[in-house]
């Protein structure tokens, strides 16, 4: 069951109580890929310009990632966030943002991905969302990330893709936003309403919960961690794992999507123990089982 | 296993955005006496001014709460608070707050009190909470509340105090506050250094987590309640469920604590579903119940 990720591949600056680190690797694709790569094959769709260093994106060296959709884009410029994390562990803010490539045409799907059956859409303007969405050929599992800019300024194109996905992650800020319901689960409930089987509400240190059509209300805390250094990409490695896991079971009933969502928090935890990958780079599938079973006993009374 | 608490009996008055209730009964003794009352016997130790209409108080009438120490003091004010939840349904505004009868001396426990074994100290001045605690013969389990107050103005009566009781209720801004730590595992760790066998971070909507000396962590999300008309009292029932619980139980190893704990995030959401007592008058103990396995349901996986 392969599982295809577009969004973005990016060159970070952060800044956080822990330390600095100048220009490496980050980006919503990047750190999907590598936590979902943890558990299934990820076909990775983005592009970088002609000025990323090729030694950023060994990192996919040795995972199982496929590349081919990576696209190198002659004349443009890679994406490029700058982020402090000095005033709040918990929320980044934004010193500077280079949209670069990002603001250009959406990169191509290969021929040979079009078959890929788990489809994870990561943020990015909701009608380019839909147009890689047009080149599969008989998606099983489509779930989209968005943000606050879509949600105020594409509403229409947003509805249109809501219709198109079955699940739907967004953090608490997007999901009031969104729904202008104060109450998470009354948010959830309305963004069914709105088409997708299922959504899946982040709130970042707090955890996260889902609600399904099948009247099903999941609370999930974050793994309780007396480490964070740095907790960019926390959102995207927690969508990869959940993902990850989901496309090993071919299914996704309610059940099946509460293992994964336990599976996201704790590949996040790893995210937001170091910087950039560096976490994630130093764990394994072992590790992580292991911590998804230490969740499983922290939460059980 | 008879159970204790002293802490402050008001005349509230409440704005939400569901509406307005004017000179309500409130205060943290009277929201703890009665949700513990629903597992078990409560003695209840505080004083209101002459002020104070008898009919705010029949709340107790029909419920197993001993108010022998319960002292209608002549020529004092009783405690009022007027409270705002308008810009933010998770914090309260204080508008406006008369100590009154608080800021007197301490209310006299009962020579019948004097062999209770189970304590709550509600939040009031750490030399107060001490000098109950005197008057006690053998008490097996004193849990205590503080406040932001008492951290920045009273630390050394507060160190005493730590190191006389066996549990601490705090939120998280008050545990950040007293250890200095941002992160609320290192926080909650640093503060049983400081005495205590267990604490209880409240984190409001998002739920609990306690860490005890026999190196358990445990997270505990809010029950996921769709309705939220008034969160006043929402953390004086959670502890009130949570002792009432353990007085039951006549044991607190991590595992009785983490069942109480469940017990008190189910109270507290009946609390926060209504005005003033009106949400838990609205419940019994056999709804609890159900609520606490939806609950153990709704975070399994």
């Given at each position: 069951m392969p599982l295809l990720v577009t969004g973005s591949i990016g060159i970070d600056t952060v800044e956080t109580p822990a330390g600095r680190r100048e220009s490496v690797v980050g980006g919503s694709a990047v750190y999907f890929s590598y936590a979902a790569s943890f558990f299934h094959p990820v076909r990775l769709v983005g592009a970088v310009g002609d000025?990323?260093?090729?030694?950023?994106?060994?990192?996919?060296?040795?995972?199982?990632?496929?590349?081919?959709?990576l696209e190198r884009r002659q004349g443009s410029k890679t994406f490029r966030w700058h982020g402090s994390?000095?005033?709040?562990?918990n929320e980044a803010m934004t010193v500077e943002v280079d949209l670069n490539v990002l603001a250009e045409r959406a990169p191509k799907i290969p021929?040979?991905?079009?078959?890929?059956k788990y489809v994870f859409l990561a943020n990015t303007h909701p009608a380019l969302q839909m147009e890689m969405l047009c080149?599969?050929?008989?998606?099983?599992l489509i779930v989209a990330d968005t943000m606050n800019l879509w949600i105020q300024t594409q509403r229409e194109e947003l509805a249109k893709l809501l219709h198109k996905i079955h699940g739907l992650v967004l953090n608490d800020g997007e999901a009031k936003l969104l729904t202008?319901?104060?109450?998470l689960i009354t948010a959830a409930r309305q963004v069914l309403k709105m088409g997708p089987r299922f959504v899946v509400i982040k709130k970042g240190e707090h955890g996260c919960l889902m609600v399904s059509d099948h009247e099903d209300v999941f609370v999930l805390p974050a793994f309780?961690?007396?480490?964070?250094?740095d907790p960019t990409g926390a959102g995207d490695s927690f969508a990869g794992g959940m993902m990850g896991y989901l496309a090993t079971q071919g299914t996704f009933s309610p059940a099946t999507i509460k293992r994964a969502l336990a599976f996201g928090t704790v590949v996040a935890s790893y995210t937001i123990s170091d910087f950039s990958l560096a976490g994630l780079r130093a764990t394994d599938r072992d590790h992580i089982d292991e911590r998804w079973h230490e969740l499983k006993q922290a939460m059980s009374f």
């Open positions: 000025d990323c260093p090729g030694e950023l994106l060994n990192v996919f060296e040795g995972r199982d990632i496929d590349t081919d959709g994390y000095l005033e709040n562990i021929d040979h991905y079009r078959n890929s080149c599969l050929e008989s998606p099983r202008g319901e104060r109450n309780p961690a007396d480490r964070v250094v």
